[in-house]
T-cell receptor, first 117, second 115 residues
Framework: GAGVSQSPSNKVTEKGKDVELRCDPISGHTALYWYRQSLGQGLEFLIYFQGNSAPDKSGLPSDRFSAERTGGSVSTLTIQRTQQEDSAVYLC???????????????FGPGTRLTVL | AQTVTQSQPEMSVQEAETVTLSCTYDTSESDYYLFWYKQPPSRQMILVIRQEAYKQQNATENRFSVNFQKAAKSFSLKISDSQLGDAAMYFCAFAGGTSYGKLTFGQGTILTVHP
């Protein structure tokens, strides 16, 4: 079956521009996570969705970052007024919701490599 | 807050040999899971193995096994009969408590497999 997909795979933008990154989770997966992978900070959690709501946004680094999820499926991560320190690989993951939520396997997409010039 | 530490930035192994990757963690949670994820050059993270903290028996998946020492907060990964396809970045990760399943990752270990 289809895995988690992300688009674009690579994005180059100029400082100050807005960007949108898209994630298509595995069908039926109610939990969706965004992570950021950078040389300086390693792998960091950004935001968690359960259905269309986001009970945990604690990892968003600033108010320039926002995310939404519609129809319990596709999610978009938006970065406004991009800065050079936003350059990183943005990974999306999805998982089935179970009672023991933190034991679920997360299935990752291939990521979007964002470069801010 | 949880922390995960991988003290080996790089490791290497000969094909068919065994290698062990180290991971330590710190948490005040009593119920949690630990994971090893593999990230090949394609960037797509793949789950290798997971361990529930309440289970004393070490998890095993084919050539991959863990040594889970709960009191020492240690969670190492052993890869037996290493194959060229095992070459990748390996991340140790933690999820537990009220974390909604979000993963806290270690810094990663790059594994090179020599033919």
């Amino acid at each position: 079956g289809a895995g988690v997909s992300q688009s674009p795979s690579n994005k180059v933008t100029e400082k100050g521009k807005d960007v949108e990154l898209r994630c298509d989770p595995i069908s039926g997966h109610t939990a969706l996570y965004w992570y950021r992978q950078s040389l300086g900070q390693g792998l960091e959690f950004l935001i968690y969705f359960q259905g269309n709501s986001a009970p945990d946004k604690s990892g968003l680094p600033s108010d320039r970052f926002s995310a939404e999820r519609t129809g319990g499926s596709v999610s978009t991560l938006t970065i406004q007024r991009t800065q050079q320190e936003d350059s990183a690989v943005y990974l999306c993951a999805s998982s089935l919701e179970r009672t023991e939520a933190f034991g679920n396997e997360q299935f990752f997409g291939p990521g979007t490599r964002l470069t801010v010039l | 807050a949880q922390t995960v530490t991988q003290s080996q930035p790089e490791m290497s192994v000969q094909e068919a040999e065994t290698v062990t990757l180290s991971c330590t963690y710190d948490t005040s949670e009593s119920d949690y899971y630990l994971f090893w994820y593999k990230q090949p050059p394609s960037r797509q993270m793949i789950l290798v193995i997971r361990q529930e903290a309440y289970k004393q028996q070490n998890a095993t998946e084919n050539r991959f096994s863990v040594n889970f020492q709960k009191a020492a907060k240690s969670f190492s990964l052993k890869i037996s009969d290493s194959q060229l396809g095992d070459a990748a970045m390996y991340f140790c990760a933690f999820a537990g408590g009220t974390s909604y399943g979000k993963l806290t990752f270690g810094q990663g270990t790059i594994l090179t497999v020599h033919p």
